[in-house]
């Protein structure tokens, strides 16, 4: 890797950079205060977060997966029942759906990446109970198509919106779509936390309440009521969210500006780019090319620089630990294949003008256009 030049995937450092003076002042306010759990940041962070997804509640827990798992077994979700999801996404949301004791249904992607529902309305049964719909990459799936399928075959519809918060489409938010939606502040994500974060964001009063439960060892009333986990937000990751949220509008910008760079940069060669409509409001949590020569491009990128990504290299069904539970697939081939074409290339709101111009002409060249 070239010494001189390194473009990194995320930037931690690029970031304190630039909020460190206003996250210190944050912290220092909040560890003064001294309520670290349970604090006035948390619940102004659940407010924050209902109010963008179009919510009326919000209920901050320590993961994006914790959240996944609360939503699903607070929707009702449990064993016996099965959970379609898509073959393409990250560990976490098929964990989700086995820690709630539930059996995952794998449908094979669309050229989206994202579930395909004719697939899925080939694996319907008389266990499916409930659809986990991925918004794979910060890029949000219509959401009425989603809930149409939901609503028609009866089925509970959660959002795995652990990668696309902020984005929209035709008016709708990510974090507004079904049930339940939940989103992830890992420090990879688009807001990231100190740590890991995430939130189940819902209108339904009786899946708050059982979210706020299970993240507080079944508490509820003055009495454990229920087995429950211990999954609370501290007030200082909410607060250090709290900030970031201010400036997610500017970075989703430039994430965007970048975004539109790398498309015009690549849309005449040989790989496809990720659609860019006005529509859609992609927040560009990951700018995934597909190509025939993807292990040749990273290998071109890897030796300028350049720190690229595979997301993912596994298909869900695949995964070794999924030998030991029981599931069902609907395979085509698609996710699979993918596997061997995505590449991620680094799209965080602190690369320079002039990184994101050497990653496009390194790739051009390693693609020979
Ligand atoms: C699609 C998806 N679902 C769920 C998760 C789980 O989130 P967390 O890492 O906060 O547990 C992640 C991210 O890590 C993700 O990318």
């Known amino acids: 890797m070239s010494e001189l030049f390194h473009v990194p995937f995320?930037?931690?450092?690029?970031?304190?950079?630039?909020?460190?003076?206003?996250?210190?002042?944050?912290?220092?306010?909040?560890?003064?205060?001294?309520?670290?759990?349970?604090?006035e940041p948390v619940y102004q962070l659940e407010n924050a977060l209902a109010v963008l997804g179009g919510r009326k509640y919000g209920r901050v827990?320590?993961?994006?997966?914790?959240?996944?798992?609360?939503?699903?077994?607070?929707?009702?979700?449990?064993?016996?029942?099965?959970?379609?999801?898509?073959?393409l996404s990250f560990v976490a949301t098929v964990d989700a759906i086995l820690r709630a004791g539930a059996t995952p249904v794998f449908v094979d992607v669309d050229d989206d990446c994202t579930v395909d529902l004719d697939l899925a309305a080939e694996a319907l049964g008389p266990r499916t109970k409930a659809l986990v719909a991925v918004q794979l990459y910060g890029r949000m799936t219509d959401p009425y198509l989603l809930e149409r399928f939901a609503r028609e075959n009866g089925l509970l519809l959660i959002e795995d919106a652990a990668q696309s918060l902020g984005a929209a489409v035709s008016g709708r938010r990510s974090g507004s779509v079904g049930v339940a939606s939940c989103h992830s502040f890992d420090p990879m994500k688009v807001i990231p936390a100190p740590g890991t974060g995430g939130v189940v964001l819902t209108d339904?009063?009786?899946?708050?309440?059982?979210?706020?439960?299970?993240?507080?060892?079944?508490f509820s009333g003055g009495d454990f009521v229920r087995l429950g986990h211990n999954s609370q937000m501290s007030s200082l990751t909410a607060a250090v969210i709290q900030v970031k949220l201010k400036h997610e509008e500017r970075w989703l910008k430039r994430r965007r500006t970048i975004a539109s760079t790398y498309?015009?940069?690549?849309?005449?060669?040989?790989?496809?780019?990720?659609?860019?409509?006005?529509?859609?409001?992609?927040?560009?949590?990951?700018?995934?090319?597909r190509t025939s020569r993807r292990d040749a491009l990273a290998a071109a990128l890897r030796a300028a620089g350049i720190e690229t990504h595979v997301h993912y290299p596994y298909v869900l069904h695949e995964l070794p630990f999924m030998e030991r539970y029981p599931n069902r697939l609907i395979d085509r081939g698609r996710a699979k294949r993918l596997t061997k074409e995505v590449i991620?290339?680094?799209?965080?709101p602190f690369l320079t003008d002039q990184e994101v111009d050497r990653v496009v002409t390194t790739a051009r060249k390693a693609l020979d256009v």
Do not use: M
Request: glycine share 12%; hydrophobic share 40%; charged share 25%.
């Open 344 to 348: 991620s290339l680094p799209i965080h």
């Open 61 to 87: 827990v320590n993961s994006g997966t914790d959240a996944l798992y609360f939503a699903l077994v607070a929707a009702g979700v449990g064993e016996g029942d099965e959970v379609l999801l898509g073959d």
């Open 204 to 218: 339904d009063p009786d899946i708050a309440e059982r979210v706020e439960q299970l993240r507080r060892w079944g």
């Open 263 to 289: 498309s015009a940069g690549f849309d005449d060669g040989p790989c496809r780019v990720p659609e860019h409509g006005e529509l859609r409001e992609n927040v560009y949590h990951k700018y995934v090319l």
């Open 10 to 39: 995320v930037s931690a450092d690029r970031e304190f950079e630039e909020i460190g003076q206003e996250l210190l002042a944050t912290i220092e306010s909040v560890l003064r205060g001294g309520q670290i759990l349970n604090g």
